[in-house]
């Protein structure tokens, strides 16, 4: 080997030392300078979900939580006599072994792994689109509760959860996704590329058993990272029977996360954080600008106690409820407070004025699951019958001649006022009879807003006529007073023993 390649070599190996030595020495320095969870986004909220405590719900939240957790179960009774229920429970019993731990909403003697009872009790919730809606937009009861009942169903009898501590955990899974989504402007609007329960659901449920299962702070903020994992379903299947499948998913895959990280998995320690270069929660929200959460030591305010909860009246997308109560009002201007109907015949056009948003513009549904997601639908049967109701969505309700000449009729405006947005947006109906004179409706906040909020009557009474398709009356008023002693309740076995 001449001088020259004996130089060459050597001053490849002294630059590879170098480089070596170099890259060791910035590993070293990025290593130092790594934050302590403490100080990441992602190790406050694991912070917050371990060292919550029953007595950091106020008598507002608590009785606030109760309300969810009524309407929620019965929306999921109601919810377990549809077709696409039947179907994933059928697909539960005959792709997996029987393990009789966990309750599945009416259905007497059948019980589920905690997961798969999590998984299709969710879809039962969801199966009709008459769960619980919140601000920035999505269904935050139907991702958590299944999950929830479901984990304090596998606990041993001796250690079921008290009421307060089902209620701390049900009420630690809202607040996570309430806090999630207000990081970013984009959540705010009707989404249009990720389905919120899908994104924030299995969060608030990786948070809800995290806090249940008595977590540290470590396996709490590795519960949220796998759950990031689990987490996105797209837009396109919204109006279709695998919706439904959105809320079970995000309700079990959530269970599930908490129970990996109780195995000790771990996860991403920066998945709530912003890191450039290296997408985490942020790969969901392009303008996601996260802030740690607060301890819950220092005055920590629940979003619940800011914000009511929305609830609906009848089983279609919330934004139909603005339009359904503007055809209303036009409808009772037309026929007075009897029982009557509107005819085609009176009826030459009719305008709405509502959001632009493409997916709950269907002007002709072909299913119950479309139907749910038209304002044309949902504005022309209240105009026809005065209100919508649950056989609003029935084959023979969907079928009627007269609905469809007015559904034939309608034409539809999107004001640059009335942006898709849950707090701001609002609902007209314009009706131009065929001797030419027009009679107008309203809304701009319908009954069920937070704004305007059902009144304890009127929750009970849609809990009453959902529980009651699957359970004895009797059973019925018993999950009444189950959910409204809850916080006062030594441990939940007497809600669990009601669901079947």
């Known amino acids: 080997m001449n001088s020259h390649s004996r130089g060459l ?44 405590k029953s007595e950091h719900l106020s008598s507002v939240v608590l009785h606030r939580s109760k309300r969810m ?72 009861s139907g991702a958590v509760l299944p999950a929830v009942l479901a984990l304090s169903d596998m606990m041993p009898a001796s250690r079921k959860p008290s009421g307060l501590d089902f209620l701390l955990a049900f009420n630690v899974g809202i607040e996570i996704q309430g806090r999630l989504m207000r990081f970013s402007n984009e959540a705010r609007n009707i989404p249009k590329r990720f389905h919120p ?18 977590l540290d702070p470590t396996q709490c903020s590795h519960a949220l990272a796998i759950a990031a994992s689990l ?64 301890s819950p030591h220092d005055g920590h305010a629940f979003l619940l106690e800011e914000q009511d909860m929305g609830f609906k009246r009848f089983p279609a997308h919330l934004g139909m409820h603005w339009v ?35 997916y709950i513009n269907r002007p002709f549904p072909e299913s119950e699951h479309e139907a749910r997601h038209s304002f044309q639908f949902n504005a022309c049967s209240a105009l026809l019958d005065g209100e919508v109701t649950v056989k609003s969505f029935t084959p023979a309700a969907m079928s009627r001649p007269e609905l469809h000449a007015l559904l034939s009729r309608v034409r539809l405006e999107h004001p640059h006022d009335n942006p898709a947005n849950f707090i701001l947006m609002y609902g007209e109906v314009q009706v ?13 906040t319908f009954y069920g807003h937070w704004r305007n909020p059902l009144t304890d009557q009127s929750l009970r009474k849609k809990f009453r006529n959902n529980a009651e398709a699957v359970l004895p009356s009797a059973k019925v008023e018993r999950l009444i007073e189950a959910v409204d002693d809850l916080d006062r309740l030594e441990d939940c076995k007497d809600l669990l023993s009601q669901l079947q």
């Not at 987490?231 to 959105?246: C, E, I, V």
């Open 432 to 444: 131009t009879l065929v001797g030419g004179d027009t009679v107008n409706g309203r809304c701009d």
């Open 324 to 358: 359904a109560d503007a055809a209303a009002s036009v409808h009772k201007l037309l026929v007075g407070a009897g029982p009557g109907k509107v005819s085609p015949h009176q009826v030459q056009d009719i305008l709405l004025r509502v959001p632009l948003s493409k």
């Open 9 to 52: 070599k050597g001053g490849l190996a002294a630059t590879s030392c170098s480089t070596l030595e170099m890259q060791m020495q910035i590993g070293f320095s990025a290593v130092l300078t790594s934050p302590a969870p403490e100080e990441t986004v992602t190790g406050s909220f694991g912070k917050f979900i371990s060292e919550v």
């Open 197 to 214: 329960p899908t994104v924030v659901g299995p969060m608030g449920s990786a948070a809800a058993c995290a806090r249940l299962l008595s």
């Open 69 to 140: 957790v009524l309407d929620s179960i019965g929306v999921g009774l109601i919810g377990s006599t549809t077709e696409v229920f039947d179907v994933v429970l059928q697909h539960c019993k005959h792709m997996y072994g029987p393990d009789n731990i966990s309750t599945v909403y009416g259905r007497r003697g059948v019980r589920l792994s905690p997961t798969l009872a999590a998984f299709v009790n969710g879809v039962a919730t969801h199966s009709m689109d008459f769960d619980d809606t919140w601000h920035p937009a999505t269904h935050p």
């Open 231 to 294: 987490a996105g379903a797209p837009m396109a299947n919204a109006a279709t029977q695998s919706k439904p499948l959105h809320i079970g998913n995000a309700s079990r895959l959530g269970l599930e996360a908490a129970l990996l990280a109780s195995r000790g998995l771990e996860a991403s320690p920066l998945v709530l954080d912003a890191v450039a270069g290296v997408a985490g929660f942020n790969a969901f929200y392009e303008d996601y600008v996260p802030q740690p959460l607060d």
